[in-house]
């Protein structure tokens, strides 16, 4: 597993990156060694936060915690990871076609996802915004995210509200 370690306002010691090579192990068994994993380590003022962001073939999973320390935060990341990954078994097993899967086999306290079920359908008008007018309109309509077409680039973007606070943009990429 290729693993990048990035740090925010800090950078992290030679034992939390061993730390991290121990821990996503565990989710190398499921994946294989092709997979790639970004961990971005954050201080704050009272905690800190792990990012972490798996990619296997065009499956991504992420998880994000926050602890007292980094290893902690880091413990919690990949125990929510596997947790993703045996809830969704089934599915990741069809996308992935192969039979690393063993090791989700063992005792699970997640029940196994069966089907989507698809509860609405909506369609929406798409008409040329600047981000901060589709901001705005996500505010006044009291939603996480806003689809809107995007003036300077002519594509269809997103933009949602962060957990942490401020916004993030959605922007297509096509491989």
């Known amino acids: 597993m290729k693993i ?13 990156k061993e730390h991290a090579d121990k821990k996503l192990a565990k989710i190398e068994r499921f994946f294989g060694p092709e997979t790639e994993a970004k961990v971005t380590v954050t201080v704050e003022k009272s905690s ?13 999973f992420r998880a994000q915690e926050r602890a007292e320390n980094m290893n902690e935060a ?9 947790r993703q990954i ?4 089934t599915r990741i097993e069809k996308r992935l076609r192969n039979t690393s899967f063993e090791a989700i086999e063992e005792e699970s306290s997640e029940p196994e996802e069966i089907e989507y ?9 798409l ?8 901001i ?34 959605l922007s297509p990429e096509i491989e």
């Open 127 to 134: 008409k040329p915004e600047s981000v901060e007018e589709a």
């Open 4 to 16: 990048t370690i990035t740090g925010r306002k800090c950078s992290p010691r030679e034992s939390f």
């Open 86 to 89: 045996r809830k969704n078994k």
């Open 74 to 82: 880091l413990d919690k990341c990949v125990d929510t990871l596997i």
């Open 117 to 125: 079920e698809l509860v609405r359908h909506k369609s929406v008008v």
């Open 136 to 169: 705005l309109q996500m505010n006044l309509v009291g939603h996480q995210f806003y689809l809107f077409l995007n003036e300077e680039s002519g594509e269809v973007n997103v933009v949602y509200r962060r957990h942490g606070g401020g916004y993030g943009l």
């Open 48 to 60: 800190q936060s792990v990012e972490i962001t798996v990619n296997n073939k065009d499956m991504v």
